[in-house]
Structures are given as structure tokens and as C-alpha cells.
């Protein structure tokens, strides 16, 4: 079956703009994960999002904010995009039904560059 | 709360050298632990897991065992290659955390011919 699916695989935005970052599940996956990811902070959780409502969030600001539609598919924004906000985006899927003994499978990412 | 501990190298070795890559954790009650492997460019790919005490994961000649009375979940594999050069992260799901995956900081391993 098909795999998750980030789009787009690279973005260079401007300071002070926002950004869309979308992801698509592996088929039957209801849970979306983000995860931030750069060379000082590893990978940084950022929300969880079962059934179109988020379940889980860590520890960003408001800047960072997330969606999910009945199709499972999800979506992240970044308003008033900072330098730092420079990284490697991730979605990961599961099923999502119980703790998460099986594990996530992953995009391969959005790159997002500040400039 | 949740952390996990691994050292950030990165580790170079020789093809078909052994390998360890220690990780450390720490959660309330009992988590799954997971060994993943992020290729250059890629996203991560799970590479094993131990979801109770004194469990065994392997997959490619990989393997870790769940110890808790040590907490701790460590990587080995008996004789690397040139195409095992990747990051490694270690990570734990504590049974509360429903899908919320803790991280170590990732080690990157450099296997020369």
C-alpha cells in the first residue's frame, strides 16, 4: 500500500510569511503526527491529530497550528515564519487506536527554509 | 517527564566491525522502546521495537533488548556495512502517551570500507 505522503519536499519562504504543510496517511491510518526536526534539538513533537481532533500537543507556540480532515489527511501552518523555524518537517501515521506499541511510519518530509 | 538519552557521535567504524549504540530512558510505568534509522535524505523507518521487559527486537541483522531493572534498550549488530551508514534514534511511547513518541537526539553511524 501506498506510503505517507508530505508535499510539498522543499520550501523557502520569507520571514514574516506562513506556510501550509501538507500530509497524507498510509490508508486506514486515522492518527497524524508532526515532528520537527533539526540538528540541535532532534526531533521535537509537535501535535497528534486522531479523527479530525487534536489529541496530543507539545510544546510550540501558537504560531504552529494543525488540522485533519475525514480523510485523515492533514495539514500544518506556520504564521509569521522566524529564522528558526528552519528544519525538516515530519508527519508520521498509525492507526491510532491504541498506544503505540506498533510504531509510526513516516514522510519523508518537508524542508523548510527561513530566509 | 518522557527522555531518552543516546550519545550523538558520530561513530565510525570499519565494515563488519561491531556495533553498539547505548540509549538510556526515562518514563513513568512501561513503555514500547523503538530503534528507528533515518537514511540521508529520507524520512525515519522503524527498524525494531520491544514493547515489555526482557523483549527482543531484531530486524537486518539488528538487535535490542527491553531491560528495565537497567532502562535502557541498546543497538548492536555483529558486523556492519558500508550500507548501514545512517542516523539511529531511539524512542519510547510511554502506555499513557497514546501516540506521542519521545526521541533521542539521534546517532549518526559512518561505516568505511
Known amino acids: 500500500k501506498a506510503g505517507v505522503t508530505q508535499t510539498p519536499r522543499y520550501l523557502i519562504k520569507t520571514r514574516g510569511q506562513q506556510v501550509t504543510l501538507s500530509c497524507s496517511p498510509i490508508?486506514?491510518?486515522?492518527?497524524v503526527s508532526w515532528y520537527q526536526q533539526t540538528p540541535g534539538q532532534g526531533l521535537q513533537f509537535l501535535f497528534e491529530?486522531?479523527?479530525?481532533?487534536?489529541?496530543n500537543k507539545g510544546n510550540f507556540p501558537g504560531r504552529f497550528s494543525g488540522r485533519q480532515f475525514s480523510n485523515s489527511r492533514s495539514e500544518m501552518n506556520v504564521s509569521t515564519l522566524e529564522l528558526g523555524d528552519s528544519a525538516l518537517y515530519l508527519c508520521?501515521?498509525?492507526?491510532?487506536?491504541?498506544?503505540?506499541?506498533?510504531?509510526?511510519?513516516f514522510g519523508s518530509g518537508t524542508r523548510l527554509t527561513v530566509v | 517527564g518522557d527522555s531518552v538519552t543516546q550519545m550523538e557521535g558520530p561513530v565510525t567504524l570499519s565494515e563488519e566491525a561491531f556495533l553498539t549504540i547505548n540509549c538510556t530512558y526515562t518514563?513513568?510505568?512501561?513503555?514500547?522502546l523503538f530503534w528507528y534509522v533515518q537514511y540521508p535524505g529520507e524520512g525515519l523507518q522503524l527498524l525494531l521495537k520491544?514493547?515489555?521487559?526482557?523483549d527482543k527486537g531484531s530486524n537486518k541483522g539488528f538487535e535490542a533488548t527491553y531491560r528495565k531493572e537497567t532502562t535502557s534498550f541498546h543497538l548492536e549488530k555483529g558486523s556492519v556495512q558500508v550500507s548501514d551508514s545512517a542516523v539511529y534514534f531511539c524512542?519510547?511511547?510511554?502506555?499513557?502517551?497514546?501516540?506521542?513518541?519521545?526521541f533521542g537526539i539521534g546517532t549518526k553511524l559512518q561505516v568505511i570500507p
Open positions: 508520521a501515521s498509525s492507526e491510532g487506536t491504541a498506544p503505540i506499541h506498533y510504531g509510526y511510519t
Open positions: 490508508s486506514g491510518h486515522r492518527s
Open positions: 491529530y486522531f479523527s479530525e481532533t487534536q489529541r
Open positions: 518514563a513513568t510505568g512501561y513503555p514500547s
Open positions: 520491544a514493547t515489555k521487559a526482557d
Open positions: 524512542a519510547l511511547s510511554d502506555e499513557g502517551g497514546y501516540q506521542k513518541v519521545t
